[in-house]
């Protein structure tokens, strides 16, 4: 764990992944949907280093721990039954309900909002979308879930809006008021990733704030990214990068490069 | 033990699929959708007045839809994962040309469960309702008040399909089956349709089935008839023995980019190919897509 990379050795998604890795607790359970190779790397990655007692169930195939010997892109993938155990879909689901047996939802969009708001059915009206997304899946679980952990490759002003055209599964709504109104269950969002920065949620206006900045990037390239103003605290820190140590292992569960 | 329900893919299809029927399709995303009963059904010409999928469909709804065979649809996903979105989805959406029953996981394993047990509805857990999923859905979602506390609760209405189309992996002649990899939500779907037509990669002897017992996802007495269709799931995968097939994936997904285009590969890979051609041109491309697992593990 000494050895800290230089710039420009790992990629984008290897930083996602140690930086989701390092929000990952011993004890805690989490959950995740479909294409989700970088949450699915960032658990095993927790498990293998800081977190051993760490779970997680990966997508619609519902392994639990699943070894990751290799790494797919594909949720429901058979090879993910390379793992402890699985249970039924529709247990998690039940699970999901209860509200008090998962700590994390690993959360993505088409558009993602100031509040952590995400949307994955429309851009534009509903009735007539454009583009039309593929459909929220288990995403309104994000109002019963510990917290909520947000992650895109797509860092730009068509993904993070102001706020979405459509909700699929909730951050902080509209902002303190209709979040306090609502007594959720969930905890709401706690963190975004994404290949420029890392955000959190500022604890007065719940919007969207630069955290850390990865290596190489400025602050006014992250604003120019995204859509609407973003609350910042200077200086910005930049983002721990990864070890040579956490690499050597994520490198080792994906062979096929998914996340070179 | 059992009369064979082992019958040709054809009469599968022609006999246990009314025109306008109420269809289910089994699988999730790339995995195991029973893709030669929707060929066939394309085929045939059926008309599905409402087509469900699992919390995620995906080729098994999008040909469907490219056939121009689906009056509505209740879905919470129809795509192609990392290969991208579903193309005849989004267009047909983004051009008004599908009634959209807009849902979410938990409304289509809740509603299954209330389909299969005969709920008139079933309330759903506090939160649901702050999605816009129930605002522009009043069909499948509704509020009731909570009889206990007085609350005012979101609840769904139960889903009852006339027919599931289902892929297993083996099953007896009289369609006792077993999914060998994951269940997603085809047992649910089992449960709650009141015709199941099965296609299954092999069909094996009741003495092999009976010796897991535990293990049968799907009891014979409620399936109505059993295709056998190795290779049928092509080209997304069969969970323990072949993996999907990117290449013819992306194939399809480009192709379907424009109407022409979708109407072209069904003209070829369907409409003009009977299903036993079907699967003897790909059955080379399936044998490389085997799992390199032990043969135990597949029983």
């Known amino acids: ?260 | 033990m059992g009369t064979s329900k082992v019958v040709p893919i054809s009469d599968a299809i022609a006999n246990f699929v009314s025109d306008g029927a109420f269809v289910s399709v089994g699988g999730m995303n790339l995995h195991n959708n029973p893709m030669a009963l929707v060929r066939e059904t394309i085929r045939q010409g059926k008309r599905i007045g409402t087509l469900l999928t699992s919390p995620c469909g995906a080729m098994n709804a999008d040909l469907l839809l490219g056939a121009g065979l689906v009056e509505e649809i209740i879905t919470s996903y129809v795509g192609f994962e990392h290969l991208g979105l579903a193309p005849n989805f989004r267009r047909l959406a983004e051009q008004g040309g599908i009634r959209i029953f807009e849902c979410d996981e938990p409304y289509i394993t809740h509603g299954l469960y209330a389909g299969a047990g005969g709920l008139p509805f079933i309330p759903l857990p506090r939160g649901l309702e702050f999605s816009d999923i129930p605002k522009v859905n009043s069909r499948s979602y509704t509020f009731v008040e909570n009889p206990f506390n007085g609350e005012r609760v979101l609840a769904g209405a139960p889903l009852m399909p006339e027919v599931a189309f289902l892929h297993a992996q083996i099953s007896d002649a009289s369609g006792n089956a077993v999914l060998l990899g994951a269940q997603f939500l085809d047992r649910l779907m089992a449960l709650a349709s009141k015709h199941v037509v099965l296609q299954v990669e092999r069909i094996v002897p009741t003495s092999e089935i009976s010796t897991h017992p535990m293990g049968t996802t799907i009891p014979a007495f409620l399936v109505d008839a059993v295709v056998e269709a190795p290779g049928g799931c092509h080209p997304t995968s069969s969970h323990a023995f072949y993996s999907y097939d990117e290449e013819h994936l992306r194939e399809y997904l480009d192709k379907a980019r424009d109407e022409r285009g979708v109407e072209e590969y069904i003209s070829q890979y369907v409409r003009q190919t009977p299903e036993d051609l079907y699967k003897q041109s790909m059955a080379e491309r399936v044998a490389a897509l085997s799992f390199q697992e032990s043969s135990s593990e597949k029983r």
Not at chain 1, 2 to 9: P, Q
Not at chain 1, 175 to 181: A, F, L, V
Not at chain 1, 233 to 245: D, I, S
Request: some cysteine; overall charge negative; hydrophobic content about 40%.
């Open chain 1, 1 to 260: 764990m000494t050895s800290v990379s230089h710039i420009g050795e790992y990629s984008a998604a290897e930083l996602m992944v140690t930086v989701l890795a390092s929000q990952l607790h011993d004890g805690e359970v989490a959950i995740m949907g479909t294409a989700s190779a970088i949450p699915q790397a960032a658990c095993r990655l927790a498990q293998l280093t800081h977190a051993p007692d760490f779970s997680y169930i990966a997508g619609g195939t519902c392994s639990v721990n699943p070894y990751q010997q290799p790494l797919v892109p594909s949720a429901c993938d058979y090879r993910l039954l390379r793992a402890e155990t699985a249970v039924p879909l529709s247990d998690v689901v039940l699970m999901e309900g209860r509200g008090d047996v998962f700590d994390i939802f690993f959360a993505g969009g088409i558009q993602i909002d100031a509040y952590g708001n995400c949307n994955l059915v429309a851009v534009g009206s509903w009735e007539h979308p454009h583009p039309r997304g593929p459909g929220s899946v288990g995403l309104p679980f994000l109002s019963r879930v510990g917290r909520v952990l947000i992650y895109t490759m797509s860092h730009n002003p068509r993904t993070f809006v102001e706020k979405v055209d459509f909700l699929s599964g909730p951050g902080f709504l509209d902002g303190p008021d209709s979040w306090k109104q609502a007594k959720l269950m969930g905890g709401g969002p706690a963190m975004v990733v994404t290949p420029l920065c890392t955000m959190t949620f500022d604890h007065d206006t719940l919007r969207m704030k630069v955290a850390t900045l990865h290596p190489g990037v400025e602050l006014e390239q992250v604003q120019r990214a995204t859509g609407f103003q973003l609350e910042v605290e200077e200086p910005v820190p930049t983002t721990q990068p990864p070890t040579n140590q956490q690499l050597e292992i994520v490198r080792a569960m994906d062979p096929d490069g998914l996340l070179r």
